[in-house]
Each structure stands twice: as structure tokens, then as C-alpha cells.
């Protein structure tokens, strides 16, 4: 499973200590955590969302970001027991989401797939060349891993920032 992740550029592509800053998925001291993505645009809507960028000026203001790409070869088959609303909801929704993610690892779970509560469905693009660039849209997903993963490699495709379009694909908060 190929995953994406975007970064400050002077820090690496995933947490090592339980010192990261609460999340959807985790509240103080509960890390490490690592929220990845399944497409490109999905780790970039998390990065609009979480800064809350609307307007397309801002991006003009957002600091360049790293984006990984991380080969995972046994992605956790888990998913949360939440509805909808609550896996894509705003803040509000974060103690009903560590609760999950709670229970999921009292049960020995490595981690879960869920939705992007970022980024809208079809608000990532396949693209190919058939008579010209084509493109598709295609769902993203988000995948959460529990703990430290010291053997995890990353490779570092791009610097930069996200793409304007993205803006109205968005869940803003």
C-alpha cells in the first residue's frame, strides 16, 4: 500500500515519542501516532484542514512542506466503529474518535484504515495518458498506525506546497 504524508521540511516523516501534539486519533501522551494518507491530495487536505486554509491566498503564506511516500507491506485490516459524521466530523468529534482508537489498541491492534474526515469523496485524481492527460476522480482513505516504527522507510518526493484546486474538495473546519 503506497502512502503519503506532508511534513515541516526539518522534521521526519513520522513521530518518535509519545510528545506529538493531540490529534483525531490520540490525546496527550498517547503517541506516538502516525496519520497517513492514501493519495497525495489527501495528505494535503489534512495539512488545509488542520491550518485552516480556505482562501487561495493563504496558500501563498503557508511554509513550503515536505511530502513522503511510504511503502507499507502490511497495512492493519481494522476499521473504526463510527459512523460517518463521527470519523469525518470537527473537533467536536475528537474524544468520540481517541475512544476508538482507544479501544483498538486495548485489543492489540497495530492500527485501522478510515475515512479522510479532510478531504471530500472524489476529491483525489488518477491520472493517465490516453489521447491526451485524463484523470479520474478517486477516493482517499487515511490510515492510522499505533507506536514506534523504527524500521518504516519514507522517500522524500517533493517539496512544496498544496494545489489551489484542492481548496474546494475540502472538509474545512
Request: with cysteine.
Amino acid at each position: 500500500m503506497t502512502l503519503y504524508r506532508t511534513t515541516h521540511p526539518y522534521f521526519p516523516f513520522i513521530w518518535e515519542s509519545d510528545d506529538q501534539p493531540p490529534a483525531r486519533w490520540h490525546g496527550e501522551g498517547e503517541g506516538p501516532v502516525h496519520y497517513f494518507a492514501t493519495t497525495p491530495e489527501g495528505a494535503w487536505a489534512e495539512l488545509l484542514r488542520h491550518e485552516e486554509i480556505i482562501d487561495p491566498e493563504d496558500l501563498k503564506g503557508l511554509n513550503e512542506r515536505a511530502i513522503w511516500v511510504v511503502q507499507l507491506t502490511d497495512p492493519p485490516d481494522e476499521t473504526p466503529s463510527l459512523d460517518f459524521a463521527t470519523l469525518t466530523g470537527g473537533r467536536d468529534t475528537y474524544p468520540a474518535c481517541r475512544a476508538e482508537a482507544q479501544r483498538l489498541r486495548g485489543i492489540g491492534s497495530k492500527g485501522f484504515v478510515t475515512e479522510s474526515a479532510a478531504l471530500q469523496p472524489a476529491g483525489a485524481m488518477l491520472f493517465r495518458v490516453n489521447d491526451g492527460l485524463r484523470y479520474e476522480a478517486i477516493e482517499s482513505k487515511v490510515v492510522v498506525l499505533f507506536g514506534p516504527q523504527p524500521h518504516m522507510t519514507a522517500q522524500l518526493v517533493a517539496l512544496g506546497r498544496p494545489p489551489e484546486r484542492l481548496l474546494e474538495h475540502v472538509r474545512h473546519l
